[in-house]
């Protein structure tokens, strides 16, 4: 086994939708094990976090942790506690104001790339910007929306080429 990949999955989604079920097969072909934690009906952020440390992520080596939207700001709160060797985060839920109880989680990963659309009328791509400014972090901006449907060809090969770095 390389490692294992923890999905976790934004506020209005689930643990397997279109986005988490294409990026865990570029995973598995790269032979990682993933795991997508169901949060469905969970909307406070805080106890996402928690049912993830909760989990065997922690026994992971190498583990990669994958949100998008309120899964990325999970996967990065958590990433304190885990210290994944990677983070990939797709339209990143940082600098929300009265939203979450951390407006800027810091990042503890080896590897950290940001994915956000131009057109994302949720977050702003600002937002990542100033995260991936801040932090160092590898940002892609795409011409997309907050799901980032329309990139998912592009955003599958991003992966692989994450996935590739983190040996």
């Known amino acids: 086994m390389t490692g294992v990949?923890?999905?976790?999955?934004?506020?209005?989604?689930?643990?397997w939708g279109d986005k988490i079920?294409?990026?865990?097969?570029?995973?598995?072909?790269?032979?990682?094990?993933?795991?997508?934690?169901?949060?469905?009906?969970?909307?406070?952020?805080s106890a996402r976090v928690d049912k993830l440390l909760a989990s065997d992520a922690r026994a992971a080596n190498p583990l990669v942790l994958?949100?998008?939207?309120?899964?990325s700001y999970v996967?990065?709160?958590a990433s304190e506690?885990?210290?994944?060797?990677?983070?990939?985060?797709?339209?990143?839920?940082?600098?929300?104001?009265?939203?979450?109880?951390?407006?800027?989680?810091?990042?503890?990963?080896?590897?950290?790339?940001?994915?956000?659309?131009?057109?994302?009328?949720?977050?702003?791509?600002e937002n990542?910007?100033?995260?991936a400014s801040k932090f160092k972090a590898t940002l892609h901006l795409v011409d997309g929306d907050h799901r980032l449907s329309s990139q998912l060809p592009l955003i599958e090969t991003l992966f692989e080429g994450f996935l590739q770095q983190i040996g």
């Open 5 to 15: 990949v923890y999905f976790n999955h934004g506020k209005e989604s689930g643990p």
């Open 21 to 45: 079920t294409r990026l865990a097969d570029v995973a598995r072909g790269r032979g990682f094990d993933v795991v997508s934690l169901d949060y469905q009906g969970m909307d406070d952020a």
């Open 66 to 71: 994958v949100g998008s939207s309120m899964g």
């Open 75 to 77: 996967a990065a709160v």
């Open 81 to 125: 506690s885990l210290k994944p060797r990677g983070l990939f985060l797709l339209a990143p839920a940082f600098y929300l104001p009265n939203y979450f109880p951390i407006s800027e989680p810091v990042p503890h990963a080896d590897s950290v790339t940001l994915v956000h659309g131009w057109n994302d009328d949720v977050i702003p791509f």
């Open 128 to 131: 990542s910007v100033r995260y």
